[in-house]
């Protein structure tokens, strides 16, 4: 990438840089999903009782999703 192209210290940091953030916001997106599906999990095994703590989580995490995306 940069670094091929730059060939310069400077440009290897900032390649090794990108890279380390991609691979940061890959396993926050992994990590979500993951506490997605446990939530969705329980909901499915507990009755209504829990209905206002899900949607609440649910909310959360959507709310959560948006601001990343920014």
Do not use: H
């Not at 009782?49 to 959360?60: E, G, I």
């Amino acid at each position: 990438m940069l670094s091929g192209v730059l060939k310069s210290k400077r440009a290897i940091e900032v390649n090794v840089q990108i890279i380390r953030t991609f691979v940061k916001l890959r396993e926050m997106i992994v990590s979500n999903k993951e506490l997605r599906a446990r939530i969705e999990e329980m909901e499915r095994k507990y009755d209504k009782r829990f209905k206002a703590v899900f949607d609440t989580l649910r909310n959360l995490l959507e709310s959560n999703l948006q601001e990343k995306e920014i």
